[in-house]
């Protein structure tokens, strides 16, 4: 009967648009063909796939996301690797024991009970396979950056963006940036030319450090590094990856093409901690028309360093806050309120409205734009675009994946040493 | 009798405040070579390529085996080889014009002082300098200089190299319109070290392995990285504004490699909102480039010799050779009686690429005001006691170390 629902809605979509936004009447007509269950119901069921503090966030920025258009949403389903996590987000929204979902294949528990929509917020390792079945089983999806580790990965997501795109289904992706005001006034004056072509940039996410988490007496290795997911590359993709792609995806969004190459350096100079990431990346990439971007992001203590700064022939702009045209004034952008809730509030709306928003491509190349940072930094070669999208083979994800296996400490990454596959 | 002329002929030149004591025209240059290893006993050689009238006069090293294998080569004397720590001090008595100072940088403020007090034009290798203190003592030495019209031009030849020379020029002509940002980069493979050998003393094992030890070498991005460093204040005519940057120590980590870094990412800031974005690296096996690139509103350029912009152009003149076109340019200068004075600009060349290494050292952004002000003092027989020398740690940000700037 589920099934039978979502094929209708996929494949009625224009007949049923005309029907019941023309009508105009109240929130079942305005939600249109896209959410499956929404026939008679004005709520939106949405799943939880990751329980932890991101994922708890990321529901309740839904709720308000969806507050803010005139929808509402009602979490029906939370699965996380750990039991004890997904059971204290199914008390915290009285989901039933039945919808609270735990292991390696919790995902396939949320995705399969009922949902309309799927939040994810998994260590992003995981990220590529549980879009992968989400799409295949036809459901909307908020996920969290970055969507992949590797290459492989970032593939993955390319490719089922795309079978979404054929599904019309619903994908937006963390990069909350991209649904702020402020980024979006002042990036569409840079595109409208305010201050020239771009000639460089600088990006930057140079921080104190990240958390580490001991070891719980009882685990597994694989138990122990998917609870201290941060420090294992396998997981995580390591800084640049997991956080700095939100300066690289503005980077990307300013310059709109890809990056020809990635050149660099990084070390792991101060980390004690677990695992084997690095904690600084100075890396500079070079895109099509010339430009460089410098990118440089840390755990270090000292001075920090956040946000993106652009050089064009005719002026300056901080993104995030003003455009400057050369001689003239700081020219502000307006905020548009959280872009943690817009980018909730955005997806639901364009599923509404019959015009889904997919995102999946665009963060899938930020993605790869981080992963090549640190793969430059690693092997210490220059690593271009051609080789990480057509030519890589690296697959970081062990198969097969026993929760109760043993996974040695990874060794940490030689420049000149470690091979670049 | 030597002495007597010696002493005349610096009253004289005193008095005239310029050239040779026993250079004028086509008299001979003595010529006193302090450091002689590789780069030392280069620079001989291109003095000699340089200048018909150069006679290399007396040599000086740390150790005797160098000294005398300079010796034996450039068919010097006994009685003007010297040995030892001082041997500076030697070679400047020794009735030289023009001296060569081709040490471990760590000792160049030191040896430039003492030349220019002796009053003796100076060829000094780069970097001038490894600490705040040393370039604070360059600066003072270069100001001396010009009073006692003294030529000094340093061993950043670049300025010296007729495509980089020509390009520049260009730049500054407005070939790209305003410039806007530059990158540099110095990243090759890992360099020599010599093995410890029974019987050395510290101070002998860190003195023949110098550039591993910052006292001694500055690090890579001064020692070496400082080539592109100086392009960069050249194209930009400016200093910058300040450094913030990242570094480590991630594959050349043995003890035979002391507790310098293998690489370091750097933003400068210069004026007018200018960044210049710097990489450098020692890491065998990895892709490598040594060069720099410039861009502006109206195009980009390689300072070394080509501008694609609203110009576009390519150095097509001669090849040249550097490394000799520097002697023959200071040693013309002063024979034309308004000698070179390099002083000032490698001094502040070097306290960027020092800024450099301060900033990825200790994890805090460094002003050039700061840097100027800092008490860091590596300079032998002030910050730096040869006699104790502990094998430092790395330097880690948040650590209160040594290198505390």
């Not at chain 1, 700095?244 to 969004?253: K, R």
């Not at chain 2, 070679?91 to 160049?108: H, K, N, Q």
Request: include cysteine; proline fraction near 5%; aromatic fraction near 8%.
């Amino acid at each position: 009967m589920q099934r039978q629902k979502e094929k209708r809605a996929a494949s009625n979509l224009t007949r049923r648009d005309v029907l019941r936004t023309t009508a105009g009447v109240g929130l079942m007509a305005a939600l249109g063909t896209n959410f499956a269950h929404a026939q008679g119901s004005d709520v939106i069921k949405v799943g939880l796939i990751g329980c932890g503090g991101r994922g708890g966030g990321a529901l309740g920025d839904c709720i308000k996301g969806a507050e803010k258009v005139g929808a509402k949403v009602e979490v029906w389903a939370v699965g996380d690797f750990f039991a004890e996590k997904a059971q204290n987000r199914a008390k915290q929204y009285k989901i039933p024991p039945e919808r609270c979902f735990s292991g390696l294949d919790s995902y396939k528990g949320v995705i399969d009970s009922g949902v309309d929509l799927v939040c994810m917020a998994t260590p992003p390792g995981f990220r590529p396979y549980h879009f992968a079945y989400a799409i295949e089983k036809g459901k909307h999806v908020f996920f969290e950056k970055p969507v992949a580790v590797d290459p492989h990965g970032v593939r993955m997501v390319i490719e089922a963006g795309e079978l979404a795109k054929q599904k019309k289904l619903g994908v937006v992706a963390g990069t909350q940036r991209r649904h702020q005001g402020e980024f979006i006034e002042n990036i569409q004056r840079i595109h409208d030319g305010m201050i020239g072509d771009i000639v460089h940039m600088s990006v930057y996410w140079c921080g104190g450090g990240i958390w580490s988490r001991p070891r719980q007496p009882g685990m597994s290795d694989v138990e122990y590094q998917i609870h201290n997911w941060y420090h294992y590359v396998w997981l995580c993709g390591d800084q640049i990856v997991e956080q700095h792609v939100h300066n690289l995806d503005v980077a990307q969004w300013v310059m709109r093409a890809n990056p020809i190459s990635a050149y660099g350096v990084g070390s792991r100079h101060v980390r004690t901690t677990a695992g084997h990431i690095y904690d600084n990346f100075t890396i500079e990439y070079e895109y099509p028309n010339g430009a460089r971007v410098l990118s440089m992001c840390r755990h270090w203590p000292g001075d920090g360093a956040g946000g993106e700064f652009v050089v064009g022939t005719k002026g300056t702009a901080r993104p995030g806050e003003w455009v400057m045209p050369r001689g003239g004034q700081r020219i502000a952008g307006k905020s548009t309120g959280s872009g943690y809730v817009n980018e909730h509030a955005d997806l639901i709306k364009s599923i509404r409205d019959g015009k889904p928003l997919n995102e999946a491509r665009q963060v899938a190349e930020s993605t790869m734009v981080a992963i090549m940072g640190r793969l430059a930094a690693y092997t210490g070669k220059r690593v271009t675009w051609d080789f990480v999208m057509n030519k890589s083979k690296l697959k970081l994800m062990p198969e097969p994946l026993d929760p109760k296996g043993s996974l040695p400490e990874p060794p940490v990454a030689i420049p000149g040493k470690e091979p670049l596959i | 009798m030597k002495r007597e002329t010696k002493i005349a002929g610096a009253a004289v030149m005193a008095a005239l405040g310029s050239n040779f004591a026993h250079a004028q025209g086509t008299e001979r240059l003595k010529v006193g070579l302090i450091g002689c290893g590789g780069r030392g006993n280069g620079a001989v050689n291109d003095v000699l390529a340089a200048d018909k009238g150069v006679e290399i006069w007396a040599v000086g090293d740390a150790f005797e085996d160098k000294a005398k294998a300079s010796a034996d080569k450039f068919k010097v004397p006994a009685s003007r080889c010297f040995a030892g720590l001082d041997a500076y001090k030697g070679v400047l008595e020794s009735g030289v014009d023009y001296v060569i100072l081709a040490t471990p940088p760590g000792f160049r403020p030191v040896h430039l002082k003492a030349a220019v007090e002796a009053g003796k034009h100076v060829f000094m290798e780069k970097p001038v300098a490894v600490c705040p203190t040393g370039v604070r003592m360059v600066l003072a030495a270069a100001e001396q200089a010009q009073k006692k019209n003294l030529g000094i031009v340093a061993g950043t030849q670049r300025r010296h190299q007729a495509s980089y020379v020509e390009t520049i020029k260009r730049l500054h002509e407005g070939a790209i319109g305003e410039i806007l940002t530059m990158s540099v980069y110095w990243c090759q493979g890992g360099m020599w070290h010599v093995p410890r050998k029974e019987g050395w003393s510290d101070l002998d094992w860190q003195l023949r392995n110098w550039q591993y030890f910052t006292w001694l070498g500055g690090d890579h991005i001064v020692e070496q990285h400082i080539h592109n460093i100086d392009v960069a204040c050249w194209v930009l005519q400016a200093t910058p504004i300040s450094a913030y940057g990242s570094g480590g120590r991630q594959a050349r980590t043995g003890p035979e490699f002391g507790h310098i870094f293998d690489h370091f990412g750097v933003e400068f800031e210069f004026p007018n909102d200018v960044r210049v974005k710097s990489l450098c690296r020692q890491i065998d096996g990895c892709d490598n480039v040594i060069g720099e690139y410039v861009a502006g509103t109206e195009g980009r350029a390689n300072p070394g010799g080509s501008i694609d912009g609203k110009v576009k152009w390519r150095y097509e003149g001669p090849p040249t050779n550097p490394y000799v076109q520097e002697h023959a340019d200071l040693i013309k200068s002063i024979r034309d009686g308004k000698p070179l004075n390099e002083g000032r600009q490698v001094a502040e060349s070097t306290m960027a690429a020092i800024m450099g290494r301060m900033t990825c050292y200790t994890g805090k952004r460094i002003s050039w005001d700061a840097a100027m002000k800092s008490k860091l003092d590596l300079v032998p027989g002030s910050g730096i006691d040869v006699n104790k020398l502990p094998v430092w740690e790395e330097a880690k940000p948040g650590k209160e170390t040594f290198w505390k700037a």
